[in-house]
């Protein structure tokens, strides 16, 4: 009888890791998708590119593919190649714009050092084909940290906005905030 | 008592051979940098947008030849410096719709008419071309990564004061432009030859 008692308290301890380790796995896993055709990863951690399915609750990314003729609903949009070649002092996302069909349209990504330019960039093309040539992601990309507000340079954001607000002659309130794409909650009164 | 004559003939040359073979090593990789007339301040060798290679020559060569008030850039921002400041100076060229004239920007003082008043003799107003340290042309060249956002946000600080946008914005040199392509540490991906 005590045999049988300690077994099934080793079988409840048993389920709890289990159920614990199933939920933790669950709610670190997926901070990206890679989108078709190139593999950038689509930040599944912003509230304002993949909000939650309504009926799953679920982050579902505003687009199901990036290429040169997706039109973004909102934004910019954040993507990332987490090895990518081009990077310079570590690996800094793109943001994302459409262009506006006055200047012919399509999708653009803006990065401090090389500024505005058409997507993809050159080295996700085949260079005989020109076909998409997509871009190695390591194991268990979904899983690598989102990039949090705190660690990307401040003006990153914004003057990925002001650059491209000027180059189209777009008002910037049409452009998603830092508040809007973290997500971050209501300033506070600071407290000294 | 030949061979020993022998021998010391064949150090000498030898000595003569890497003597020589260091002055040349020494030439290749000198002049990151050439000194503009009139104000002597540094123009980058170094930047493939700034200092193209002569097809004819295979040398580096840079855009213009000196830096006046009238000089009319061909590509810009130019980039230059004097050594005994902490950043550069980033050149524009006034739009014609607001007159001419060369234009510097930097991040405490805006952009203002070239040169900056301590290039100009207080009394006649003339050039006063700044010291430059000895062999100022072998100073290294700025690492890319310190300037990623210093250059956007001076052709953006330009564009807004003019009222620049679309293409006339977009032909403004990128740090790419200016650094050529990088690895992510920072470090040119090809050797700097000159």
């Known amino acids: 009888m005590m045999h049988r008692k300690r077994w099934n308290i080793f079988l409840i301890m048993i389920l709890t890791v289990l159920v614990g380790l199933a939920f933790f796995t669950n709610a670190q896993a997926d901070y990206w998708t890679a989108l078709p055709p190139y593999n950038v990863l689509w930040p599944l951690w912003s509230p304002a590119l993949s909000p939650p399915d309504p009926i799953s609750g679920v982050p579902t990314p505003l687009v199901n593919a990036l290429t040169r003729m997706t039109i973004l609903p909102v934004q910019p949009a954040m993507i990332w190649d987490p090895a990518s070649p081009e990077a310079n002092n570590g690996p800094l996302p793109w943001l994302a714009y459409n262009a506006p069909l006055a200047f012919g349209g399509g999708l653009m990504i803006w990065d401090q050092y090389y500024g505005m330019r058409p997507f993809p960039p050159d080295y996700m093309l085949d260079p005989l084909t020109g076909g998409p040539l997509p871009i190695p992601l390591p194991l268990a990309y979904s899983l690598l940290g989102p990039i949090e507000f705190e660690e990307i340079n401040a003006y990153h954001y914004l003057l990925g906005n002001l650059v491209y607000a000027n180059t189209y002659g777009v008002p910037l309130a049409n452009l998603l905030t830092p508040q809007q794409f973290w997500g971050l909650p209501p300033l506070t009164v600071g407290i000294y | ?194």
Not at chain 2, 178 to 194: A, D, F, K, S, Y
């Open chain 2, 1 to 194: 008592m030949n061979m020993l004559k022998h021998c010391r003939s064949l150090i000498l040359v030898m000595i003569f051979m890497v003597a020589l073979y260091l002055v040349f090593a020494v030439g290749i990789q000198a002049q990151y940098w050439s000194i503009m007339p009139p104000y002597n301040v540094l123009w980058p060798l170094w930047s493939p947008g700034l200092s193209p290679i002569d097809p004819l020559t295979g040398l580096t060569t840079p855009l213009v030849s000196s830096l006046t008030r009238n000089t009319v850039l061909p590509v810009q921002p130019g980039l230059v410096w004097d050594p005994c400041q902490p950043v550069p100076f980033l050149l524009y060229n006034t739009p014609p719709l607001f007159g001419s004239g060369l234009l510097y920007y930097h991040e405490a003082y805006g952009i203002n008419p070239w040169p900056p008043s301590y290039m100009l003799d207080p009394l006649t107003g003339a050039p006063a071309p700044i010291p430059l340290p000895l062999a100022p042309t072998l100073l290294s060249p700025y690492a890319s990564g310190e300037w990623e956002y210093y250059v956007p946000m001076a052709n953006l600080y330009y564009a807004l004061t003019f009222g620049l946008s679309g293409p006339e914005f977009l032909s403004l040199l990128q740090p790419f432009d200016i650094w050529g392509p990088v690895t992510r540490t920072g470090v040119p991906l090809t050797p700097i030859i000159l």
